[in-house]
Each structure stands twice: as structure tokens, then as C-alpha cells.
């Protein structure tokens, strides 16, 4: 299908490129989701704001890092699933938990067109 392309790639410009900001100036995107992760994970309920603060950070450096190369390994300005799924192949747990998850993910695009279906036929 055509649609399923603009799920798996994401075209970038030079016009998107943030400047090398240093970390500590960015905009933190990721808090609230890191401190549930956290919490989930065993932390407190309220973990620190410096314990957050570093693993966003960390998360912001490793998505850039992956970023730049799988811009590199793929088509010019693109890059799609497979480019990461490329990048990560080496690490058996990353691999793994990647190929969970795009299952997971094609299982549920699989349950909503057969729901759709139903509601579609239903309507008649």
C-alpha cells in the first residue's frame, strides 16, 4: 500500500536542522514521560528533577546520535525504519525489542482495518 510509506519515513530539510544547541539549553520534551518510565521501573513516584533532567539528555544524545547516522546509511534527507533497524542490528536486545514492537504495531494496523471493516459493513 502507499500509505504505509509516509509511516516508515520521515523526509528531514536543512530547514529542520536544529543547530547544535547545547543540551542543557533545549527544551525538555521528554519529562513526563521519563518520570513515569522511571516510576515504573522501581524509582520514586516524584523522581529527582536532576535524575530526569540526565536521562532525558541521554535519550535527546542517543535519538540524535541515531538520527545523523541512519541520515547517513539510508536515502539522502530520509530515513526510514529500516535504516534504524540497520543501525541496531548488532545489539541483540535493542533488535529484539524493535522487531517486538513493529509486530505489536502491524498486529494492531491489522485489528483497526478489520474494525473499520465491521463498522464500515455495519453501517450499510
Known amino acids: 500500500e502507499g500509505g504505509a510509506d509516509k509511516d516508515t519515513t520521515l523526509d528531514f530539510d536543512d530547514d529542520d536542522v536544529e543547530e547544535d544547541v547545547p543540551l ?34 541521554l535519550v535527546t544524545m542517543f535519538v540524535t ?23 541496531i542490528r548488532k545489539d541483540d536486545k535493542k533488535y529484539s525489542r524493535v522487531k517486538e514492537l513493529l509486530l505489536m504495531s502491524e498486529e494492531l494496523r491489522k485489528a483497526r482495518k478489520a474494525f473499520d471493516e465491521i463498522k464500515y459493513a455495519t453501517t450499510k
Open 24 to 57: 542543557e539549553k533545549r527544551k525538555k520534551m521528554f519529562s513526563k514521560e521519563l518520570r513515569c518510565m522511571m516510576y515504573g521501573f522501581g524509582d520514586d513516584q516524584n523522581p529527582y528533577t536532576e535524575s530526569v533532567d540526565l536521562l532525558e539528555d
Open 65 to 87: 546520535e541515531m538520527t545523523k547516522k541512519a541520515m547517513d546509511v539510508g536515502r539522502t534527507g530520509r530515513i526510514s525504519v529500516e535504516d534504524i533497524v540497520y543501525l
